[in-house]
């Protein structure tokens, strides 16, 4: 089992950067590849974007690529989530996922551990 708690999130003006970060407790943290997603108020959560066990894929929504990148550091037990080019449609709740599947994964359904979620607001 692994426990995952967010952090970074905040109030951002449109074209800032916010760096989000989903540090996990537990020895098997590198046994689980990693998602983010998001949920804006009124709509379904969404994904993000996903990392492999040792980082070495990657997955990024259309909406997303290109602004926001998503890494981990397996010594910190720690994934990270860099938000760039913020725009107003970006404001959620964000929220990492571990899953056990042997490939990243793009679908909630497949995620078996999630965290509480952290604020992102972006002001125009």
């Known amino acids: 089992q692994v426990q995952l708690v967010e952090s970074g999130g905040g109030l951002v003006q449109a074209g800032g950067s916010l760096r989000l970060s989903c540090s996990a407790s537990?020895?098997?943290?590198?046994?689980?590849?990693i998602g983010w997603f998001r949920q804006a108020p009124g709509k379904e959560r969404e994904f993000v974007a996903a990392?492999?066990?040792?980082?070495?894929?990657?997955a990024h929504v259309d909406s997303v690529k290109g602004r926001f990148t998503i890494s981990r550091d397996n010594g910190k037990n720690t994934v990270f989530l860099q938000m760039n080019g913020l725009k107003p449609e970006d404001t959620a709740v964000y929220y990492c996922?571990?899953?056990?599947?042997?490939?990243?994964?793009?679908?909630?359904?497949?995620?078996?551990?999630w965290g509480q979620g952290t604020q992102v607001t972006v002001s125009s």
């Open positions: 537990g020895r098997t943290f590198s046994r689980y590849n």
């Open positions: 996922a571990a899953s056990q599947q042997s490939a990243i994964s793009l679908y909630r359904r497949e995620y078996d551990y």
């Open positions: 990392i492999s066990r040792a980082g070495g894929r990657t």
